[in-house]
């Protein structure tokens, strides 16, 4: 049994040998690694363009400088540097890394050369064994627009290597924006081709005829909502400002424009200066790296005393022909201040001269609602469901990362700061007119502005239309609808209306914002900001019926909301909509502060303004804008 059993392991070790040897060439292709180059082949990242196929995001070639310290052979260390153009230092430092990593793996000795540099290179490259050339692409920017929303790409770190097996040294990733979101899509599948290589490292042919080799699979292009041309439009209005501009097509949700200010431009993180760039950005005090449009949290100031309306409507507690005087303050002789205006008759009055006082009653009026709601807890849980179904204090879902969720304060915080029992509507009063403890963000505004202009639903927010060949990357594109019937927008849609086209002498707050055949209906609004001067505000769609475009622009440290903002809604509509602008004297007002009068425009006899000077009832810190305790990019590479 002994001598079976010694047999029958022998032939097994027999026919293990004959199947290495002769029939699996797996391993013969793994004795051969010392005479075989393995290059990768990486695939073109999807193109991105923009709703009327206008490239955003193209890629261009580089090659990266690879070297395998096994097959170094003595070379001229002088003249690599002198061909490459970097340092001895850099010579030295970038081998011993190499021979760290691995003695016998591939490694990267110099990335992204441009292909003039390359071509040069390529003549001498027989001088020194151990070094290949493999060629990949870099994003291209051809337009230096929307850089916070498309994102930029950079070289994988170890912690992304160890916990995502996909990717390996030398690999590039999205890093933020549309990059990051749909890196999966966007990054396709990487190749390599196998080569044979004589003594002196030059190529001699396919390995096995190419066999084992493997195509790159190119990412799918994708199509975005966003308009190249009001985006770079945006930008430029808002060049020397701070700032978020964010416009939405109502009836889709697509994202027409997504501007913050100060931006940058998207080609300073390509390539190697990449690095060097991105500590310049990172370093500029004004913060151009963060993305205003959905992380900056700001009071909506006025533009939110229609939602208080709309829920005065709902709840039954007003009707649209109440009038109610206004002694400039509320309550009388102390509390919230009011700008000089015309009585306010009706709700419409009241929002086209954004009365403080109306406003304030009406806030009342709802917590106050002792028919309906036994206490002021059920009723002001009540007023923040209406928030949240209008989309505020929680994540819109936008396909981009990092987005912030706005703020809407909770009965526990009002009962643990004032204690249970303690607080009551007047308490809070600031909430009437959009201040207090209220945080919202540009998108968040810009969405009130497509519900409004639905009169009463909104869409999913998104950038992305279409991707190429991929149904299931598709974003998610839900319907939301408020709970405010349908017949109480009307009279809130005339008073923004009025509120733009009024006229002289009727209180119109938004005036700078009209647009002749265009019917632009608009709300002001000035966000207190205990740190500086007040934000500019304005929310506005167009056209009033069958809207196209709404959209929410806020101005740091720039007053009143009719002042700054109104009029660079009212221009992005204008080029929106008929594609040029004809107001030229509001054009170059934005840009410079200088009216030019040799073209008519209907202006007030004096400056109105909504602005407000609330009581300093919660010594509780407004952050605004609020900037997050995590990087604005999300996790970085090492640079």
């Keep these: 049994m002994i001598t079976v059993g010694i047999v029958v392991v022998f032939l097994i070790i027999l026919g293990k040998l004959f199947y290495i040897q002769v029939i699996d060439a797996s391993y013969k292709l793994s004795a051969d690694n010392n005479v075989l180059r393995r290059i990768t082949q990486y695939p073109a990242r999807g193109i991105i363009t923009d709703c009327h196929g206008e490239p955003l995001v193209t890629n261009k ?28 230092e850099d010579v030295r430092t970038a081998l011993q890394q190499a021979k760290a990593y ?15 540099e390359y071509g040069h ?17 870099l994003r291209s920017y051809p337009h230096p627009i929307a850089a916070h929303a498309l994102g930029y790409v950079g070289e994988v770190n170890p912690r992304t290597i160890a916990n995502r097996p996909y990717y390996k040294i030398g690999d590039y990733i999205g890093i933020s924006g549309l990059e990051k979101q749909y890196e999966e899509v966007l990054r396709g599948q990487r190749g390599v081709s196998i080569y044979l290589v004589d003594v002196h490292n030059r190529i001699k042919g396919r390995y096995a005829e190419g066999q084992y080799d493997t195509v790159p699979q190119a990412g799918s292009n994708m199509q975005l909502a966003l308009d190249a041309e009001l985006q770079a439009y945006g930008e430029n209005l808002m060049e020397g400002k701070v700032g978020s501009v964010v416009a939405i097509e109502p ?9 913050s ?26 913060k151009p790296l963060f993305d205003r449009s959905i992380m900056a949290l700001y009071p909506p100031g006025s533009t939110f005393k229609i939602v208080n309306g709309l829920i005065a409507l709902q709840e039954g507690v007003t009707w649209v022909d109440r009038g109610y005087s206004c002694p400039g303050r509320y309550p009388v002789g102390r509390g919230v201040g009011c700008h000089d205006h015309p009585a306010a008759h009706s709700l419409i009055d009241a929002v086209r001269m954004s009365c403080n006082a109306y406003f304030c009653m009406l806030f009342r009026d709802i917590l106050d609602n002792r028919k309906q709601y036994s206490n002021i807890e ?3 849980q009540a007023w923040s469901n209406y928030l949240k179904a209008f989309g505020f204090g929680h994540q819109l879902h936008v396909d981009l990362p990092g987005e912030l969720p706005g703020n809407v304060p909770t009965i526990e915080f009002y009962n643990r700061y004032f204690r249970k029992g303690c607080w009551n509507s007047l308490t809070i009063i600031s909430l009437a007119i959009g201040q207090g403890e209220l945080g919202t963000t540009p998108l968040e505004m810009a969405n009130l502005a497509a519900i409004i202009a639905n009169r009463g639903y909104y869409k999913t927010p998104h950038l992305v239309q279409h991707i190429e060949g991929n149904v299931e990357a598709q974003p998610e594109v839900k319907n939301y609808s408020v709970p405010i019937a349908k017949e ?34 608009g709300k002001t609004g000035t966000a207190q900001n205990p740190h500086g001067d007040d934000h500019s505000v304005f929310i506005a769609f167009a056209p009033r019926d069958n809207p196209k475009i709404a959209i929410a622009v806020f101005v740091e440290n720039a007053g009143p909301g009719g002042r700054w903002a109104a009029p660079i809604a009212g221009l992005m509509i204008e080029k929106y ?14 840009k410079t502060g200088v009216y030019d009068w040799g073209v008519p425009m209907a202006a007030p006899k004096k400056e109105t303004s909504d602005s407000v000077k609330p009581p300093e009832m919660l010594p509780v810190e407004r952050l605004v804008p609020q900037l997050p305790t995590i990087s604005p990019l999300g996790e970085q590479p090492e640079l």
Excluded at 61 to 88: K, N
Aim: charged letters at 15%.
């Design 261 to 286: 200010a100060p931006s940058y431009d998207p080609n300073l993180l390509v390539g190697r200066p990449r690095a060097n760039n991105f500590r310049m950005l990172e370093a500029d005090s004004l």
């Design 61 to 88: 070639v580089c090659y990266d400088l690879m070297v395998i310290p096994s097959q170094l052979r003595p070379f001229d260390t002088t003249l690599l540097a002198q061909e490459l153009h970097i340092s001895l």
């Design 378 to 380: 059920g009723a002001f």
């Design 488 to 521: 109480y927008f009307d009279p809130i849609i005339e008073g923004m209306y009025q509120a733009v086209n009024g006229g002289w002498g009727t209180g119109a707050t938004g005036w700078r914002a009209k647009t002749p055949g265009l019917e632009v209906c």
């Design 251 to 259: 009836s889709t949700g697509g994202i027409l424009a997504m501007v």
């Design 102 to 116: 691995s003695y016998y793996k591939e490694s990267l000795f110099l990335k992204q050369i441009d292909p003039v």
């Design 121 to 137: 290179f390529q003549e001498h490259l027989f001088q020194f064994p151990g070094f290949y050339v493999q060629p990949r692409t």
């Design 577 to 590: 909509l008929n594609r040029e602008v004809l107001n030229t004297s509001m054009e170059k007002y934005v």
